[in-house]
């Protein structure tokens, strides 16, 4: 399960690119949401949480499915295969670089794990 930084993270890029993709200011995005410019900012870096009304709403707006805006359920340290523990013992900030590793780096990546001692 996704830790709830790491959640928060996710969902903020999420609602980013999707305000972008519309086309949308933040200004616009926030005023049409019902937030302050500032509060749409901090929620985009992940450092507000929404209540599930407001996620409804923004899918609403944005003419998404509400899905779009959630982040997955999965960890990363699937994917990189990680020996025992290691995953764990990654700070929230190393954990938020290895999601955005695209797939050829993620295989990369695993090639060099596998090939350590």
Do not use: C
């Not at 993270?9 to 690119?17: E, K, S, T, Y």
């Not at 500032?38 to 450092?47: D, F, H, K, T, V």
């Not at 709403?57 to 020996?83: S, T």
């Amino acid at each position: 399960m996704i830790d709830r930084e790491d959640f928060w993270a996710q969902f903020g890029r999420l609602v980013a690119n999707g305000r972008e993709q519309a086309k949308l200011s933040q200004r616009a995005f926030a005023s049409a949401v019902g937030i302050s410019r500032a509060s749409l900012a901090n929620i985009e870096r992940g450092r507000q949480g929404v209540s599930l009304y407001t996620v409804y709403l923004m899918a609403d707006i944005l003419r998404r499915d509400v899905r779009d805006l959630a982040p997955p359920l999965r960890k990363v340290a699937a994917e990189l295969h990680l020996p025992g523990d290691h995953f764990e013992k990654l700070s929230s900030r190393e954990r938020r670089q290895l999601r955005n590793l695209s797939p050829k780096e993620l295989n990369s990546l695993n090639k060099i794990v596998r090939a350590r001692p």
